[in-house]
């Protein structure tokens, strides 16, 4: 048998080269919990654990090729996914037909990030199957635990945006949404990190290189993207023209389908992902004609398209080739859109009518241009009549006020890449800026702010300004965010527009992020609340009498502690750092970034160090500082955050002075799997960003879903959170929105804090020395130059008091096990409003007007 040999090598392997894949699940946690059946739905699909044992030795055999005794755990891996897509097929394909059948009116999301995760644990809790499945493996002498363990995650996204994207999905088909998501098959997702003596290592992620059991490749729908070349005007004897665009290259767009389960499998929508491969219809005169480049380059380059995902923050290098990935798959999706579209219509003014296409940030902006291009070019409909339907047919979320962030594009890489596009976009352009004219006449300023081309040195087409003069509707992702799009980054769009900007708060998937990752609690909830808190998060608040039960207080924090328990295990495997279940759990788990301040965390864990220094009974309760997050790679002042952290960990851990009561832990390769091991875990939430610059945050969510007490800004949805849960009952601290607006424009001067602050002050100047790099000082400067002289961006210093008075305060809150306890439950209770399904709802509501169509 495997097993035994398997998990050992396994775990040999770990501790040595601490970044590899993990065996992470929580084994004793999930195994203790009962998996209730939900008493609501009745169970989603018909399996019993004999034929689910009986499928499951039938695919390892005849579908793998191999037997019981000789299978390896991924082996038993593949098999178990296609046992359970068997019974996903048929959702899928049934599904498929109830929308083709109604013709239904769907909702395309056109996202360049999806950040799955795993499917096997999720698909099995959707499909309501977890525990036959469960039961037939174990049958089988395997441990589910272990099987799920061997899938890679599906990284196809950096963060936020992207796991965004996948709770969506989820809750599309949970509530029975027609809707498709719109994504491209990334051979390399993000990339795998790893840690060199601190330093961020990136290697290349490969989930899929041997095969992935969930998705299908469906050559019947290949699509054929055009690239380069020219435009010639074409006039006909009538003296009316039009543009044919004889491009120079070709593509060739192959989807891959991953079905999406949606809970209790009533729909199983898909999720659909463009591959590119060189063309072979490729126009070998034409590409002769306009002699560009070398034909061996482009076939590589063809294939290149979709082989690695962007990271975000990305330097120049790679922006022509962004910039086709991006056309690549919107031109992909926009015609796959309208293939699915005339299977059942001829008539195109019912385009807008059947289709909403929902833009997940200005990434798939292109997807206008291109749906232009295709209404005038080539069904030549006119150009009001295309315009109209597009304004119809799109809208916008935007995620970030960053203005680095806000994509633009030079006019030359366009006109090069897609030329006729850009006459589109000019023509748009100048309908839109008659508008403002018309608005403020004689308002040049007005115009060249508002318009879609940036005049300057190197002109460029602003993206999200073509799709704030398309969509219907644009909406940003908190309330907080949402006013700051009004106000500060679009306010004379919304004075044109009035109507067009709103908002939809961000929401999370209450399967993934409670009952799969968290199975004890879970079960509490069923127990105390009843199952249908899964698709009803509201429903969590009966729990909020038992707050103040000390009966219910101890179960809840048991399964707090147990939680800790395992991943205190999980540290163990990945960084041999030892820490105690006893100690708060304080994490910060989120991409790496300067306006989500890790670096203020790391002044405050400087600050507790320094007191246990000069008085080793410095009297803390002891904590455990968690971070997971990657770096763009391009991102210097990003990678050196980790490498300081990780220096000040190895310093902290390894000082026997100051008695365990500080230990701080980077781990390594920070995606979803952890997250879900890490978040089950946290006693203290970090949401920390200057207040005004995250837009909203989903972590933030997770961790109080989980019962996490968070400390946090004023900022994007810590706001509303603090609406459901009682600001009493979080630890909010440091300036407003307001008062970041007004300092900034007062003129802010980090060294006034570093002057007036004196324990500030020795945590700054002691990153000089190289008490924690011994025989480089220096290394860490760079930390404290960008805080002082290169004026501290976002306002650490500024906000350093009063956060670390909230810590102060969480460490006396702690101390009253009770009372934690009690405030533990109520941000977990709280939730109910950041559920994904509510956020979809709100999007169905205000935006795509979708009807539900349930398979019955
Ligand atoms: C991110 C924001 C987060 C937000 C997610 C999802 C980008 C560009 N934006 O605050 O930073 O929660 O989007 O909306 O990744």
Redesign the pocket.
């Given at each position: 048998m495997a097993t035994k040999t398997d998990k050992k090598k396994t775990a040999g392997k770990a501790v040595k080269k601490a970044t590899t894949e993990k065996k992470t699940t929580p084994k004793k946690t999930a195994a203790k919990a009962k998996t209730k059946k939900s008493a609501v739905v009745a169970p989603a699909v018909e399996c019993t654990k004999e034929e689910m044992q009986q499928a499951i030795l039938d695919r390892l055999q005849k579908g793998l090729g191999t037997s019981q005794d000789k299978a390896n755990n991924k082996a038993w891996w593949n098999a178990t996914c296609y046992a359970v897509n068997e019974l996903v097929f048929d959702k899928l394909t049934k599904t498929q037909k109830n929308h083709s059948g109604h013709d239904t009116r769907a909702v395309n999301y056109l996202s360049l990030e999806f950040l799955m995760g795993r499917l096997l644990s999720n698909n099995l809790h959707n499909l309501e199957l977890f525990s036959v499945a469960q039961g037939a493996l174990k049958a089988l002498g395997k441990d589910i635990y272990d099987i799920c363990d061997e899938e890679p995650d599906m990284a196809l996204g950096?963060?936020?945006?992207g796991r965004?994207a996948a709770c969506f999905i989820d809750s599309l088909a949970t509530l029975g949404y027609p809707a498709i998501g719109y994504g491209i098959h990334y051979e390399h997702g993000l990339f795998a990190q790893s840690f060199q003596d601190g330093r961020q290592i990136e290697r290349p992620d490969t989930w899929r290189e041997y095969g992935n059991p969930w998705e299908i490749c469906r050559p019947e729908s290949i699509q054929h993207v055009p690239l380069y070349g020219y435009v010639e005007t074409v006039f006909e004897n009538d003296g009316q023209s039009y543009k044919v665009w004889h491009p120079g290259q070709k593509l060739k767009g192959v989807p891959w389908d991953i079905p999406i389960v949606g809970y209790a499998a009533k729909t199983v929508n898909i999720l659909r992902l463009w591959e590119s491969r060189a063309d072979e219809a490729f126009d070998w005169d034409v590409f002769n004609a306009g002699g560009y480049v070398d034909a061996q380059a482009e076939k590589s380059q063809a294939e290149t398209v979709s082989k690695v995902l962007y990271p975000?923050d990305s330097t120049e290098a790679g922006k022509e080739l962004r910039l086709i990935q991006q056309y690549f798959f919107c031109a992909c999706s926009v015609k796959d859109i309208i293939r699915r579209f005339k299977r059942a219509n001829t008539d195109w003014s019912l385009f807008a009518k059947k289709v909403a296409i929902q833009l997940n940030?200005t990434h798939p902006t292109i997807a206008i241009p291109e749906l232009m291009r295709i209404l005038v070019d080539e069904e030549r409909l006119g150009w009001d009549a295309a315009w109209a339907i597009c304004q119809e047919t799109f809208a916008y979320?935007n995620?970030?006020l960053l203005p680095e962030?806000l994509e633009q594009w030079s006019v030359g890489l366009f006109e090069k890449v897609l030329p006729r596009h850009l006459e589109i976009i000019y023509e748009i352009n100048s309908q839109f800026l008659q508008l403002v004219e018309e608005k403020w006449p004689g308002d040049d300023q007005k115009k060249a702010k508002l318009s879609i081309i940036a005049e300057g040195d190197v002109r460029r087409v602003r993206m999200a300004n073509l799709c704030v003069v398309t969509a219907y509707k644009v909406n940003g992702?908190a309330a907080v965010h949402s006013a700051l799009v009004k106000t500060d980054l679009f306010p004379e769009f919304h004075q044109l527009f009035p109507t067009k900007l709103v908002n939809v708060t961000?929401g999370i998937t209450p399967r993934r992020w409670l009952k799969a990752c968290n199975p004890e609690l879970s079960a509490l909830y069923d127990e105390t609340v009843g199952a249908d808190w899964v698709v009803n998060l509201d429903k969590l608040k009966d729990a909020l009498p038992k707050a103040t039960d000390v009966a219910f207080q101890k179960r809840f924090m048991d399964i707090k502690r147990s939680n800790k328990v395992e991943l205190v295990k999980i540290i163990k495997e990945l960084t041999d750092v030892e820490v105690s279940a006893d100690a708060i759990f304080d994490i910060q788990i989120k991409r790496l970034h300067e306006y989500k301040r890790q670096q203020l965390n790391l002044l405050h864990i400087l600050t507790l160090y320094r007191r246990l220094l000069e008085n080793p009974d410095y009297d803390m309760v002891p904590r455990v500082f968690l971070f997971g997050a990657k770096a763009a790679p391009g991102y210097h002042m990003a990678k050196q955050i980790i490498y300081a952290l990780n220096k000040i960990a190895d310093k902290v851990n390894n000082d026997k002075r100051i008695k365990g009561k500080l230990k701080v832990v980077f781990l390594p390769n920070y995606r979803v799997t952890l997250a879900e091991k890490m978040i089950p875990a946290a006693d203290v939430s970090e949401q920390i960003s200057t207040a005004g610059l995250?837009?909203?945050?989903?972590g933030n969510m997770k961790l109080a879903l989980n019962g996490a007490l968070t400390v946090g800004t004023m900022d994007?949805?810590n706001i509303e959170m603090a609406e459901e849960i009682g600001a009493e009952d979080m630890f909010i601290f440091g300036l407003s929105v307001a008062e970041v607006k007004a300092l900034k424009s007062a003129g802010y001067n980090p060294y006034d804090y570093y002057y007036k602050n004196p324990e500030l002050k020795a945590v700054l100047d002691w990153l000089d020395s190289d008490f924690f790099t011994p025989g480089k000082p220096g290394e860490l400067s760079d930390i404290k130059r960008s805080l002082l002289d290169w004026g501290d961006e976002y306002l650490c210093l500024a906000d350093y008091a009063s956060y670390c008075a909230a810590h102060q305060k969480i460490d006396e809150t702690y101390r009253d096990q009770s009372l934690w306890a009690e405030k533990a439950i109520i941000n977990s209770a709280s939730m109910g409003k950041f559920n994904s399904d509510r956020s979809i709802e709100d999007y169905v509501a205000n935006i795509w007007k979708l009807e539900k169509f349930p398979i019955s």
């Open positions: 950096n963060g936020g945006l965004l975000n940030d979320t995620h970030t962030a992702v961000n995250e837009a909203s945050g989903t994007g949805a």
